[in-house]
């Protein structure tokens, strides 16, 4: 059974067509949530980490945020360069423990 | 600091043969982990390691696989014997000490064919 789940799979964007990646996780006892970039060819590359529910973290076009079982990623008017796969994780329980990724969304913004 | 470095980027084996994947974290980092990501499964925890120990290896497949690190400086993967179902991308990654920096670093991977 999956831990973190991401949708949708991947998503396709008009410019400045705003919307929301999800990601939901069923673990208890969750430290923090981190969503990560990824472009072709390279390893992720990180953009926050939300730690408690109602908290939210912002960066150019991207807005996180986090309820008790879910997080969002909002991208408000996408540009071509915002195509990457974006990745969730969790770490949950213990301090010093590994991050549980989600298999991530694939955006695709054309112009 | 120039980031978590792997090598090599790109390695192609013949099946039957030994891999060794090598990565060099960040400086002062004490967290140290090995992922594999396939399309199928995305990215998956091999092993980790706090301060050169290796913690969890539940993720590692099977006994062919192994990991070591020696120092706080160096890591690696090894693949004895290697099988075509072994071909990913691995990537490793590091982690600071802060408590408040839980976000772990990734390496660029290496791209591993076995044909």
């Known amino acids: 059974e999956d831990q973190v789940t991401q949708s949708p799979e991947a998503l396709r964007l008009q410019e400045g067509e705003s919307s929301s990646l999800n990601c939901s996780y069923t673990v208890s006892g969750l430290r923090g949530l981190f969503w990560y970039r990824q472009d072709p060819g390279k390893g992720p590359e990180f953009l926050f980490t939300?730690?408690?529910a109602g908290e939210e973290k912002e960066k150019e076009r991207l807005k996180a945020t986090l309820t008790k079982k879910e997080s969002f990623l909002h991208i408000t008017a996408p540009k071509p360069e915002d195509s990457a796969t974006y990745l969730c994780?969790?770490?949950?329980?213990?301090?010093?423990?590994?991050?549980?990724f989600g298999k991530g969304t694939t955006l695709s913004v054309s112009s | 600091d120039a980031g978590v470095i792997q090598s090599p980027r790109h390695e192609v084996t013949e099946m039957g043969q030994e891999v060794t994947l090598r990565c060099k974290p960040i400086s002062g980092h004490n967290s140290l982990f090995w992922y594999r990501q396939t399309m199928m499964r995305g990215l998956e925890l091999l092993i980790y390691?706090?301060?050169?120990?290796?913690?969890?290896d539940s993720g590692m497949p099977e006994d062919r696989f192994s990991a070591k690190m020696p120092n706080a400086s160096f890591s690696t993967l090894k693949i004895q014997p290697s099988e075509p179902r072994d071909s990913a991308v691995y990537f490793c990654?590091?982690?600071?000490?802060?408590?408040?920096?839980?976000?772990?670093?990734f390496g660029q991977g290496t791209r591993l064919t076995v044909v």
């Open positions: 994780a969790v770490q949950f329980n213990q301090a010093g423990t590994a991050l549980i």
């Open positions: 939300l730690y408690s």
């Open positions: 990654a590091s982690r600071g000490t802060g408590k408040r920096s839980p976000e772990a670093f």
């Open positions: 390691f706090n301060n050169n120990v290796p913690i969890d």
